[in-house]
């Protein structure tokens, strides 16, 4: 009786053992942690608001889009509007950034010492017609003309009997600014077809027998609309780089100070080999590290 109790013990505790054994170490394929494999980034979390320059725009969003699918729980939406409405917007603090072509010091009514700058990249903006035009250089002076008024046809600059139609943008317009600072040296336009988005402006000229406007590069494809030469320099990237071609400005992302959590997150995401050596040369736009100079809010090159 004593062995047969004995062993039914002895049996117990072997089978115990296998018990205990089987339940532990239950390991994720992930790792000793149980953590899934290939998860995404998680990134910063949370969700922002950008507004502003329509320039910009194209390659914020793809950037974005980018960001987002790579990191769960973030959420990025992006707007245009103009870069005045960017910068009113980041200073009233009803976006988190506010993209612009201008600098924060040129837009009046704006307290620039209360914005944080951050030049994610360089724009082109060039004379854009339509292509039927086939005028394909005009000098500084029948840019000036042109614009002002004082040419309205273009058989007077070399071009077929057609009436020059001008599509602009409005005061809120950051490319607008740019295009009159360095373009028009300083000459308000005449009066013409007003348009907010450049994507508007693209299809106007590209429907208007003789239109004429100005579009970032990146909206630029030589079939829609066609850029024009300036004093025989053309409207490329290599010639912005060394400011042969004078028309063109920094992309800025402005934040209401110092950017935290996401919007510091998505900023420095901007700034990283993948979207500046890919993104931003793909799409048209000029990485801020290929300038070979530097402009200030006054316009002065060095």
Same mark, same amino acid.
């Given at each position: 009786? +004593?062995?047969?109790?004995?062993?039914?013990?002895?049996?117990?505790?072997?089978?115990?053992?296998? &018990?205990?054994?089987?339940?532990?170490?239950?390991?994720?394929?992930?790792?000793?942690?149980?953590?899934?494999?290939?998860?995404?980034?998680?990134?910063?979390?949370?969700?922002?608001?950008?507004?502003?320059?329509?320039?910009?725009?194209?390659?914020?969003?793809?950037?974005?889009?980018?960001? %987002?699918?790579?990191?769960?729980?973030?959420?990025?939406?992006?707007?245009?509007?103009?870069?005045?409405?960017?910068?009113?917007?980041?200073?009233?603090?009803?976006? #988190?950034?506010?993209?612009?072509?201008?600098?924060?010091? /040129?837009?009046?009514?704006?307290?620039?010492?209360?914005?944080?700058?951050?030049?994610?990249?360089?724009?082109?903006?060039? &004379?854009?017609?339509?292509?039927?035009?086939?005028?394909?250089?005009?000098?500084?002076?029948?840019?000036?003309?042109?614009?002002? =008024?004082?040419?309205?046809?273009?058989?007077?600059?070399?071009?077929?009997?057609?009436?020059?139609?001008?599509?602009?943008?409005?005061?809120?317009?950051?490319?607008?600014?740019?295009?009159?600072? +360095?373009?028009?040296?300083? #000459? /308000?336009?005449?009066?013409?077809?007003?348009?907010?988005?450049?994507?508007?402006?693209?299809? *106007?000229?590209?429907?208007?027998?003789?239109?004429?406007?100005?579009?970032? +590069?990146?909206?630029?494809?030589?079939?829609?609309?066609? =850029? *024009?030469?300036?004093?025989?320099?053309?409207?490329?990237?290599?010639?912005?780089?060394?400011?042969?071609?004078?028309?063109?400005?920094?992309?800025? %992302?402005?934040?209401?100070?110092?950017?935290?959590?996401?919007?510091?997150? +998505?900023?420095?995401?901007?700034?990283? /080999?993948?979207?500046?050596?890919?993104? $931003?040369?793909?799409?048209?736009?000029?990485?801020?590290?290929?300038?070979?100079?530097?402009?200030?809010?006054?316009?002065? $090159?060095?």
């Amino acid at each position: 009786m +004593f062995l047969m109790k004995k062993a039914f013990i002895f049996l117990l505790a072997i089978l115990t053992t296998f &018990a205990v054994t089987g339940c532990g170490g239950n390991e994720a394929p992930g790792g000793a942690e149980g953590t899934a494999p290939n998860q995404p980034e998680q990134g910063a979390g949370g969700s922002i608001l950008i507004s502003g320059s329509t320039a910009l725009q194209p390659l914020v969003e793809q950037a974005a889009d980018v960001y %987002m699918s790579s990191h769960a729980g973030s959420t990025i939406q992006v707007q245009g509007g103009g870069s005045g409405t960017g910068l009113s917007q980041v200073a009233e603090g009803t976006v #988190q950034i506010g993209n612009s072509d201008i600098f924060a010091e /040129e837009k009046e009514g704006i307290d620039a010492s209360q914005l944080v700058d951050h030049k994610v990249a360089v724009v082109g903006i060039a &004379a854009a017609v339509n292509p039927n035009v086939v005028v394909d250089n005009l000098t500084s002076q029948q840019l000036i003309d042109i614009f002002t =008024g004082k040419i309205t046809n273009w058989k007077d600059v070399g071009g077929d009997d057609v009436k020059v139609t001008l599509v602009n943008r409005p005061k809120s317009s950051g490319t607008r600014a740019t295009f009159i600072q +360095f373009g028009l040296k300083g #000459q /308000e336009e005449a009066e013409g077809v007003t348009q907010d988005s450049s994507g508007t402006v693209r299809k *106007i000229i590209n429907e208007t027998p003789g239109a004429i406007g100005y579009l970032a +590069f990146s909206y630029i494809d030589g079939k829609t609309v066609k =850029g *024009i030469s300036l004093d025989g320099e053309a409207p490329t990237a290599e010639n912005v780089t060394n400011n042969k071609y004078p028309i063109w400005a920094y992309e800025h %992302m402005y934040t209401k100070g110092e950017p935290t959590g996401l919007t510091k997150d +998505f900023i420095d995401f901007m700034m990283t /080999e993948e979207i500046q050596q890919g993104t $931003v040369s793909q799409l048209g736009y000029i990485p801020v590290t290929s300038m070979k100079v530097q402009r200030d809010a006054a316009g002065n $090159v060095k």
